[in-house]
């Protein structure tokens, strides 16, 4: 019931708008081949991605964009080499440092490498950088905050994040995957997955993706596509 396809959530300047500083614009026909590089790597067809990045890049060497989606190829379970994802986001930060993408993206790397201290101080930055991000996109970034917290233990630090931050009634599903997180780390897995199946009663798929990713990344959810653990835990 609960598998899906693990792709990894990572933000590309073009498509998020939520830079403080927006960054020239990019011709309409290469902001709709971004849109198709970005649709070919939802389809796992990495090698026509690969190609058609290393076209646009060698056109416009110094947008980060590029960098940000040859991050994310890196990342994907098919082509996973989380060091040079690291080494391609800091290149799309040196390139747009007011840009929330780089900021989110190396966060979203120290997740994925279970190293969640330094994750859950990279994520307070992100929001402290960028304290008007709309809510989708602060709710996930909260919500990885409070998986990052949920991981070191810190139960009653994630249970003040979600107090202070959701509620069932919010327009998103940052509630009910908090509660889920919350409940695998504490060994109640029939709970955790009960707060999965209200929010999907509740939310769509694309509402929810992200979110349950997250759950697959950290392990709690298996995806047969993602390698074991990046660390003994």
């Not at 693990?6 to 300047?13: A, E």
């Not at 930060?93 to 780089?102: D, T, V, Y």
């Not at 909260?142 to 917290?149: A, D, G, H, R, T």
């Not at 109640?188 to 199946?197: G, L, N, Q, S």
Request: hydrophobic letters at 40%; one cysteine or more; a negative charge.
């Amino acid at each position: 019931m609960f598998q899906r396809l693990y792709l990894p959530l990572i933000l590309v300047c073009i498509t998020s708008g939520y830079a403080q500083e927006p960054s020239s614009q990019l011709p309409a026909d290469v902001v709709l081949q971004i849109q198709e590089l970005q649709e070919l790597q939802q389809k796992h067809r990495y090698v026509e991605a690969v190609t058609k990045l290393d076209e646009l890049e060698a056109k416009y060497p110094e947008r980060p964009e590029f960098h940000n989606i040859r991050g994310s190829l890196y990342m994907s379970p098919a082509l996973r080499d989380l060091d040079k994802a690291g080494e391609c986001f800091d290149k799309a930060l040196k390139l747009a440092p007011n840009e929330l993408p780089p900021h989110f993206n190396k966060a979203e790397l120290l997740l994925v490498k279970h190293d969640w201290v330094s994750a859950s101080a990279a994520f307070q930055q992100v929001l402290q950088k960028f304290p008007k991000l709309p809510l989708q996109v602060r709710h996930v970034v909260l919500f990885k905050l409070l998986v990052s917290e949920v991981k070191q233990d810190k139960i009653a630090d994630a249970e003040k994040t979600l107090a202070d931050h959701f509620t069932f009634m919010d327009d998103t599903p940052a509630y009910y995957f908090s509660k889920s997180a919350i409940a695998f780390q504490k060994k109640d897995e029939t709970m955790a997955r009960d707060w999965i199946k209200r929010a999907n009663g509740i939310f769509k798929q694309e509402e929810i993706a992200a979110y349950f990713d997250t759950l697959m990344e950290v392990r709690w959810v298996p995806n047969i596509g993602l390698p074991e653990s990046p660390k003994s835990e």
